[in-house]
């Protein structure tokens, strides 16, 4: 009987399917184990063999931990609000919710035909209403929260309206904007209600404040600094600009020190928590404040405050550089500079922070024109701004210590500024220094003679005693945008009231997207949602209305911005708990039997995107008691990447005397160019070159005398139209392409061979392999073994379709060990298994074991290589052998495990069968067999028991048979015995 992969794999596909084989319940006896993927976001090019490796080995973890008695949860979604949709809307004039679930039906296809153990029956999608109902209640309750430092924690609003009412402000330990006006309770009391909601919003943990934002015009949207690389969007390759825009914004700066602390208790990727830590960049130094110098008799002074981790470097500063958007570069320039700093200003704006924090090389600055004066000297210092101060870190503003900064060296050698030597020049000799108890320190010892932490704390303390500053904790992590000026996006549940923002009541959730007839800003420049005809809130009916209705009364207009992509996937995890609870975001019950995650993996790319806003929502989920632990996932692993390997053509840019003449494209071999290259010869040298450049017919093609790389351009070609010897089909690749479809190609031995190299699996590449014709030509057991059989799951691959026949050859052998009667007849037996067997088969449990604990999957496929080849040559068809065997690859290889499982006689599945104990005893070794040797060399060998003592040993050896002829008769003169390993005969 044949494997008949096909056939196997589609019944026990349908067969889950239909018995809800994988739902987990939220309530059992069981022990509760969490195992979860970072949800996809499902494209239109579907999935390729790189996307499903992470999902493989966590279902492989999963139905491992239901043999071992485990109640599983194994999730799946959809990360389904996104920019792709809504881009191909506005291209096609589509719905993005059609494309959505276009896409998303052709995902599902694809995960079901690999055999996943999915539950199915909590599948979330975040565009669906019935989730991101949830996402807006989480933001209500994110803008009706303040953070008390003092008890370290997010509170309800009401407690500090509470302390307003009865104390004013002052004695309150919040975080909350840095410009917040201090005001008695009888203030506040006195307060209109804008005016109450204005303060509030100083303090709330989601507020609206004017932000510096990456605008990106093609797209019309503000893009998080993960969306774009290299100065452009990340999706499309669009211009990015600085621009400052009244944003939605998440006080996740009030949860830094958390974040940070957060890390020691998780079992993440030390690479991974390093990102984050970097992000959030702790710092410990001083806010300094530098007072401007006016311009003129009727000019005003401005504090410019910085923040240095080196306040004992104060003497040391020359000027100070402001990032080019801060606030007081307008106020401070003098009207001479004013040109030049608007130029560069502008310049700048179309660089992402990103850019300008990685370029290291660039000097670029203006000059303002202002001075500030030095806290301790009172000199003038001049002022300048440059793009490498960015104004979201810090205080967007640097005191410069070109003695003791390199960046700061370079900026001021480049602009001809003054490098002070701070041991002279400077009159400090009215500034001596005392500590806190009085001892005077010369200015000489603090500038030099004092250790590092001594000079700091000195520095402090002056800078105190005149008000100029004092210590501080300071972060990189930056409060987060939280607008999009999109159309596909969660809607927010807000409505305004003489401008300020008002919360729907979360009864009245959800606030579902409206219709629009265009996905593209209005023409007035206001987001996609500006083109909705009913997009206001009636609060008397609680419900949206037609915009004509708007009467500014008990009709209000709604929030036109959407949340990010990341809202949705910041709480996902927890809603899978119980993700069909209609009255509450999870029941207590649910919530409070499945904890947290036990297992999350995923890419290391969301390091400080996705991964860093999930814990910050999960601690403020945490402080209202909402959730049970404040870290949602114990343990995390980053899969590696499996990559593609690329085909290149090679275009030949051919020099042309009259460039109006049309040129025709010519494509070059790879050994042509080689040869031509190695041997530093003219291209047309070739016969087929120059055979070619006749043909076409043109007297004014420019050749090199040599021939070098730079004169190709490498071009994708799409890895289906060459086969494993490089060898492309020229046909096919030009009816591919239309503007080749006249191209010439200089072939050798009458074929064109391709440039090969690995690189990501991308669409864009054409390096994409499809798992859909992997599990058509294989079957998905053998796509699953093969994935895990190329390489530790951290590890990047590279994918080779040629190798997979290795593994399904492997699958087709372990069928025929249960297929051994007479025209490959199933045939186990119920005969006692050999000691070889058990050996074999005990091995086989340990090691497994062993792997699956540790994530080692690809030495467990290896493991079953060998375990199937020995129990075929001892002729095994042990049902107390293959029993086990079969429970052992259930994991990697399901489908045909439960056929093996139901052959076997099991009417229930094997999905949930205990996994098979190891037992030690069947690896002691009984016997040993030991080479024996005469005078050194080996003669023959014998198996012995390996009990055996010394003075045994060596007697069995001298009365076996071979010994006595080797000897013929000759007494030996010593015999060497090593119990357990040799025996040698001297003599």
């Not at 026990?12 to 184990?33: C, H, I, L, Y």
Request: glycine fraction near 6%.
């Amino acid at each position: 009987m044949n494997y008949d992969f096909k056939k196997i794999e589609d019944k026990w596909q349908k067969e889950w399917a239909q018995k809800g084989t994988f739902r987990a319940v939220n309530n059992s006896d069981k022990p509760k184990f969490y195992v979860l993927d970072m949800f996809p976001y499902p494209s239109g090019a579907g999935l390729h063999v790189g996307h499903p490796l992470g999902y493989i080995a966590s279902d492989i973890y999963a139905r491992y931990k239901r043999h071992k008695g485990f109640n599983v949860l194994h999730p799946m979604g959809y990360d389904s609000f996104g920019l792709p949709a809504e881009q191909y809307a506005i291209q096609t004039g589509q719905h993005p919710a059609l494309t959505t679930e276009t896409n998303i039906n052709r995902y599902r296809e694809q995960l079901d035909k690999i055999g996943f153990s999915f539950d199915w029956s909590r599948e979330l999608r975040t565009s669906n209403t019935d989730y991101y109902k949830w996402t807006q209640w989480i933001f209500i309750q994110l803008f009706n929260s303040w953070y008390n430092k003092d008890a370290d924690k997010a509170e309800d609003i009401s407690s500090l309206i509470v302390i307003f009412e009865n104390e004013g402000n002052t004695k309150v330990n919040a975080v909350c904007d840095e410009e917040v006006a201090p005001f008695t309770a009888d203030q506040w009391n006195g307060l209109s209600g804008n005016e109450k909601q204005e303060i509030l919003l100083q303090y709330r943990l989601t507020y609206l404040a004017e932000t510096e934002v990456n605008w990106c015009p093609v797209l019309g949207t503000v893009l998080a600094n993960d969306e774009i690389v290299n100065g452009v969007s990340e999706r499309g390759g669009h211009p990015v600009v600085r621009k400052k825009m009244t944003q939605w914004s998440m006080r996740i700066s009030a949860y830094a020190q958390r974040l940070l602390d957060g890390l020691a208790k998780v079992d993440w990727p030390q690479p991974l928590k390093d990102s984050q830590t970097n992000w959030i960049g702790r710092s410990e130094g001083a806010a300094v404040t530098f007072h401007t110098l006016p311009v003129s008799s009727e000019g005003e002074s401005y504090p410019i405050e910085v923040f240095t981790t080196r306040p004992d470097t104060i003497f040391g500063v020359s000027f100070m550089t402001l990032a080019p958007e801060h606030e007081l570069v307008a106020k401070i320039t003098t009207p001479e500079q004013k040109e030049a700093v608007q130029s560069y200003i502008e310049a700048t704006a179309k660089r992402s922070e990103r850019e300008r924090m990685a370029d290291v090389k660039t000097i670029s600055g203006v000059f303002t024109g202002a001075y500030a004066e030095h806290p301790f000297t009172k000199e003038p210092i001049p002022v300048w701004i440059g793009d490498y101060v960015l104004a979201g870190y810090g205080t967007g503003a640097v005191m410069s210590v070109p003695c003791g900064d390199q960046r700061d060296y370079d900026f001021a050698k480049h602009f001809n500024i003054p490098i002070p030597n701070i041991f002279e020049g400077i009159d400090i000799s009215e500034t001596a220094f005392a500590d806190k108890d009085g001892a005077v320190i010369a200015n000489s010892d603090f500038l030099n003679g004092l250790p590092y932490k001594k000079a700091t704390k000195l520095a402090i303390y002056e800078l105190e005693k005149l008000a100029q500053g004092q210590g501080k904790v300071n972060y990189r992590l930056r409060d987060a945008v939280f607008s999009r000026q999109r159309y596909w996006g969660e809607p927010f549940p807000v409505y305004y009231v003489d401008g300020m923002p008002q919360m729907i009541d979360t009864k009245y959730l959800p606030v579902v997207l409206p219709e629009v007839e265009k996905y593209l800003p209005t023409e007035t420049g206001e987001p996609p949602l500006g083109n909705a005809s009913v997009w206001a809130w009636n609060t008397e009916t609680n419900e949206v209305v037609a915009n004509e209705k708007i009467n500014n009364s008990t009709v209000f207009p709604l929030e036109l911005n959407t949340m990010p992509g990341w809202a949705g996937s910041s709480f996902y995890f927890n809603r899978y708990m119980d993700a069909n609870n209609t009255e509450e975001i999870f029941s207590k019950e649910a919530i409070n039997y499945w904890q947290d995650v036990d297992l999350y993996i995923g890419g290391s790319e969301h390091a400080t995107g996705h991964l860093l806003y999930a814990r910050f929502w999960q601690k403020f989920l945490f402080d209202k008691g909402i959730v049970p632990k404040d870290e949602f996932a114990k343990k995390l692993i980053n899969q590696g990447m499996i990559t593609g390997t690329s085909a290149f053509v090679y275009r030949w840019e051919y020099g042309q005397t009259d460039e109006s003449q049309p040129r025709v494209p010519v494509f070059v071999s790879k050994s042509i160019i080689e040869d031509a290259v190695k041997n530093g010869k003219k291209l047309t040298d070739n016969p087929e070159v120059k055979a070619i450049v006749s043909a076409i017919g043109t007297d004014n093609i420019i050749v090199s005398d040599t021939t070098d790389w730079s004169q190709f351009t490498p071009i994708h070609a799409d890895v289906s139209f060459v086969n494993a010897s490089d060898e492309l089909d020229i046909e096919a690749f030009k009816k591919w392409r239309s503007e080749y479809a006249e191209a010439k190609f200089a072939l050798e031995n009458d074929t064109y061979l391709v440039g090969r190299e690995v690189e990501k699996m991308s669409k864009s590449k054409y390096n994409v392999v499809s798992p859909d014709s992997i599990c058509e030509e294989y079957g998905a057991d053998s796509l699953r073994l093969y994935e895990m059989f190329l390489g530790p799951l951290e590890q990047s691959k590279p994918w080779n379709t040629a190798g997979i026949s290795g593994v399904h050859g492997f699958l087709k052998k372990l069928w025929r060990l249960f297929h051994g009667g007479a025209e490959g007849a199933f045939k186990v037996t119920d005969a006692e298994p050999t000691a070889e067997n058990l050996k074999t088969l005990h091995k086989t449990i340990k090691k497994v074991e062993e792997d699956i604990e540790n994530f080692s999957f690809n030495t467990s496929v290896a493991t079953f290589m060998i375990c199937v080849n020995e129990l075929a040559s001892q002729k095994c068809n042990s049902r107390q052998i293959l029993e086990p065997l079969v429970i052992l690859v259930s994991p990697y290889a399901p489908h045909i495990a439960e056929e093996l499982w139901s052959k076997l006689g099991h009417s229930e599945s094997i999905a949930t069968v205990a996994f098979p104990v190891f037992d030690g005893k069947h690896l002691v070794e009984s016997s040993k067999e030991y080479p024996i040797s005469f005078n050194g060399k080996m003669r023959f060998k014998i198996q012995l028991p390996a009990d055996l003592s010394k003075d045994d040993i060596e007697a069995a050896v001298m009365a076996h048979e071979k010994t006595q002829e080797q000897l013929q008769g000759r007494t030996p003169k010593k015999i060497i015995v090593v119990p357990g390993k040799i025996v040698n005969i001297v003599g």
